[in-house]
């Protein structure tokens, strides 16, 4: 066999075990969640690593409410690393942390590793989604950790839709907010509401046209 043969047979041979590679991760634990998307950011900083980040915002583009991030952190250390804050640089936003279960700091366990975003996992919302920029840009987000200290790269800002649906707010604004059936029905017999800046004066008392033509008489 040739030397370019041997070298073209050696090639496709890696191909096809970088591609069995690829397909059992895919089918580790939480594939869905796991899921690496080629437009989707990752960096690794001594031990986090970082992978599957972006901003999600509302499914509507001119909707009013939270948008969160998404990503999973990853600790390769021996050490515990807690997630202090999350921030957008250059912007106003504020970023609340929560852990799984709502307690405690956002920690990443050592060897192990932390989803943010989706259904039972911790959560990083921006309340003022609109802070977070304009869907099809691209956002810096800053970690801090408590050992490594701050990570920063830049995420995707998409739409809660599609393959980001069940990783976007949970909390969608309502379109507008009704009245409650007991505000028509809280009024006791006998007694009327007063609009604002109306008082309690009877009508003889302000002056009305009743009152002028008696005067001239």
Do not use: W, Y
Request: glycine share 10%.
């Amino acid at each position: 066999m040739s030397r370019s043969l041997r070298h073209g047979a050696l090639a496709a041979t890696a191909l096809v075990f970088s591609i069995a590679a690829l397909s059992a991760c895919s089918a580790g634990n939480d594939a869905q969640t796991l899921q690496v998307r080629p437009d989707n950011a990752a960096t690794a900083v001594d031990n986090i690593k970082i992978q599957n980040l972006n901003i999600i915002t509302q499914p509507e583009p001119d909707a009013e409410g939270p948008a969160v991030i998404a990503a999973t952190l990853f600790n390769d250390g021996t050490k515990r690393e807690v997630v202090e804050k999350v921030t957008l640089p250059g912007t106003r936003a504020t970023v609340k942390l929560q852990a799984a279960k709502g307690k405690g700091p956002l920690v990443v366990p050592a060897g192990g590793r932390v989803i943010i975003g989706g259904k039972n996992n911790a959560s990083a919302v921006i309340e003022n989604g609109r802070e977070a920029g304009a869907n099809g840009n691209v956002q810096t987000v800053a970690f801090t950790f408590s050992e490594t200290g701050d990570i920063e790269l830049g995420a995707a800002i998409v739409p809660a839709t599609s393959f980001f649906e069940g990783f976007g707010p949970s909390a969608l604004p309502s379109a507008k907010p009704t009245a409650k059936p007991s505000d028509s029905t809280s009024e006791t017999p006998g007694e009327q509401s007063e609009a604002p800046g109306e008082g309690s004066e009877s009508p003889s008392a302000t002056g009305t046209p009743t009152d002028e033509a008696a005067a001239d008489h």
